[in-house]
C-alpha cells in the first residue's frame, strides 16, 4: 500500500523538476547563443533567419526581424526598447526636469542682505557665501553678505544621465564590442563599424551584411578584414615552411 501511494508523489516531484527547469532556462540565452524563439533570449529577440539571440534593433537589418521558428518575423521587443529610451530621453535632457540622484546648488540672489551693521565689510575681497545644496532642481540657499561685489552664483554640477547623449562616448576606443554602437572603425575591438548599421561588426561579416565598414566614412572600406586574410596567409607559409 505504501509503494503504491509514493508513486504518484515520486511522478510528481519528476515532472515539477523538469517544469522548474523549462522555466528557469527560458529568458537567459546570450546574444549569439542558439535559440528556438523570442522566449529563449535574454534580449527578447531569437533572429528569424539566424536562429540566434540577438539585439532587437540589430535584428532587424541582419536577421530580417526577430521570432525564429514563427511564421512571420516581429519587431515587437524592437518597439518596447524604443518605447523605453524615448521615455527616458526627456526627462534626462530637459533643462526643467533632472534626476532625483543630480546634486544640485542654487543660489536666491533676492535673499541677500546689505544693511546689517554687524555684518559690514570694508574688504574688497570677495565674501565666500554658503549654499545649501538641494536634491532635485530647485532649492534656495541662506546667503548673508554686505559686499557690494557681485554674488558669484556656482555652476550646478550635474550627474546621472543627462550627459549620457554622447552614446557610445562611454566606451573607450577601440573596445566596444560587436553588436554595440559605433562612430567609426577606430571604436570597435574588431576594427570595424558597420558602414549601413553604426554597430560594431565583426570585418568579414560586415562585408556582406552592412555594405563593409566605415561608418561614418565617405565609403565602405575592408581594410580590417584585408588584414585578417593577410594574418590568415602568413601562417599558412610559416606552417608549410
Given at each position: 500500500?505504501?509503494?503504491?501511494?509514493?508513486?504518484?508523489?515520486?511522478?510528481t516531484?519528476?515532472?515539477?523538476?523538469?517544469?522548474?527547469?523549462?522555466?528557469?532556462?527560458?529568458?537567459t540565452?546570450?546574444?549569439?547563443?542558439?535559440c528556438?524563439s523570442?522566449?529563449?533570449?535574454?534580449?527578447?529577440?531569437?533572429?528569424?533567419n539566424?536562429?540566434?539571440?540577438?539585439?532587437?534593433?540589430?535584428?532587424?537589418?541582419?536577421?530580417?526581424?526577430?521570432?525564429?521558428?514563427e511564421?512571420?518575423?516581429?519587431?515587437?521587443?524592437?518597439?518596447?526598447?524604443?518605447?523605453?529610451?524615448?521615455?527616458?530621453?526627456?526627462?534626462?535632457t530637459?533643462?526643467?526636469?533632472?534626476?532625483?540622484?543630480?546634486?544640485?546648488?542654487t543660489?536666491?540672489?533676492?535673499?541677500?542682505?546689505?544693511?546689517?551693521?554687524?555684518?559690514?565689510?570694508?574688504?574688497?575681497?570677495?565674501?565666500?557665501i554658503t549654499?545649501?545644496?538641494?536634491?532635485?532642481t530647485?532649492?534656495?540657499a541662506?546667503?548673508?553678505?554686505?559686499?557690494?561685489?557681485?554674488?558669484?552664483?556656482?555652476?550646478?554640477?550635474?550627474?546621472?544621465t543627462?550627459?549620457?547623449?554622447?552614446?557610445?562616448?562611454?566606451?573607450?576606443?577601440?573596445t566596444?564590442?560587436?553588436?554595440?554602437p559605433?562612430?567609426?572603425?577606430?571604436?570597435?575591438?574588431?576594427?570595424c563599424?558597420?558602414?549601413?548599421?553604426?554597430?560594431?561588426?565583426?570585418?568579414?561579416?560586415a562585408?556582406?551584411?552592412?555594405g563593409?565598414?566605415?561608418?561614418?566614412?565617405?565609403?565602405?572600406?575592408?581594410?580590417?578584414?584585408?588584414?585578417?586574410?593577410?594574418?590568415?596567409?602568413?601562417?599558412t607559409?610559416k606552417?608549410?615552411?
Amino acid at each position: 500500500m505504501a509503494k503504491s501511494a509514493s508513486k504518484p508523489f515520486v511522478l510528481t516531484v519528476f515532472l515539477l523538476s523538469n517544469f522548474i527547469h523549462l522555466v528557469l532556462s527560458q529568458g537567459t540565452q546570450f546574444i549569439t547563443g542558439p535559440c528556438t524563439s523570442d522566449a529563449d533570449c535574454a534580449s527578447g529577440c531569437c533572429g528569424f533567419n539566424s536562429g540566434k539571440c540577438a539585439g532587437p534593433i540589430v535584428a532587424q537589418e541582419r536577421d530580417g526581424g526577430c521570432g525564429f521558428g514563427e511564421s512571420a518575423p516581429n519587431d515587437n521587443a524592437a518597439n518596447i526598447l524604443v518605447g523605453q529610451e524615448a521615455g527616458v530621453l526627456p526627462t534626462a535632457t530637459s533643462g526643467t526636469s533632472l534626476p532625483a540622484t543630480a546634486a544640485v546648488s542654487t543660489v536666491d540672489v533676492s535673499a541677500v542682505s546689505t544693511s546689517t551693521p554687524a555684518l559690514a565689510s570694508t574688504s574688497d575681497e570677495p565674501i565666500p557665501i554658503t549654499a545649501t545644496a538641494t536634491s532635485g532642481t530647485t532649492g534656495a540657499a541662506a546667503v548673508s553678505t554686505t559686499s557690494d561685489e557681485p554674488t558669484p552664483i556656482p555652476t550646478p554640477a550635474i550627474s546621472g544621465t543627462a550627459g549620457a547623449g554622447a552614446g557610445a562616448g562611454a566606451v573607450a576606443v577601440g573596445t566596444q564590442f560587436i553588436t554595440g554602437p559605433c562612430t567609426s572603425d577606430a571604436d570597435c575591438a574588431s576594427g570595424c563599424c558597420g558602414f549601413n548599421s553604426g554597430t560594431c561588426a565583426g570585418p568579414v561579416v560586415a562585408q556582406e551584411r552592412d555594405g563593409g565598414c566605415g561608418f561614418g566614412d565617405a565609403q565602405p572600406n575592408d581594410n580590417a578584414a584585408q588584414a585578417i586574410q593577410g594574418k590568415r596567409r602568413r601562417r599558412t607559409v610559416k606552417f608549410n615552411a
